[in-house]
């Protein structure tokens, strides 16, 4: 069983930047992608960013296009993501997730199975 654990979250002034972490345990060479998710008070969880093992295609939600980079080493069994021109609207729960089955893609939180427990992210203006 694939355990995810985040790391790096914390609090940053608008316009800084931080770089989140995500160590897998377990088989997570069979992932078929991982990817980023975050969510805020009262709204729904959205997806950051995901990419896919295959051929590391990356996508990115239209709100963080630009300034976020999804990327992993594999050799440490770690998922990043790089979030620059923070802003409040990024505050959020962030939390890694991963797909183990390829008929299952890292672009809806309600079809993945495998979580990390989140790092909290807090951008004051």
């Known amino acids: 069983q694939v355990q995810l654990s985040e790391s790096g979250g914390g609090s940053v002034q608008a316009g800084g930047s931080l770089r989140l972490s995500c160590a897998a345990s377990?088989?997570?060479?069979?992932?078929?992608?991982m990817g980023w998710f975050r969510q805020a008070p009262g709204k729904e969880r959205e997806r950051v960013a995901s990419i896919y093992s295959h051929d590391s295609s990356t996508a990115y939600g239209d709100s963080v296009e630009g300034r976020f980079t999804i990327s992993q080493d594999t050799a440490k069994n770690t998922l990043y993501l790089e979030m620059n021109s923070l802003t409040p609207e990024d505050t959020a729960m962030y939390y890694c997730a991963a797909s183990l089955s390829s008929t299952v893609s890292c672009r809806r939180a309600a079809d993945l199975r495998v979580w990390g427990q989140g790092t909290q992210v807090t951008v004051s203006s």
């Open positions: 377990g088989p997570s060479d069979n992932a078929f992608c």
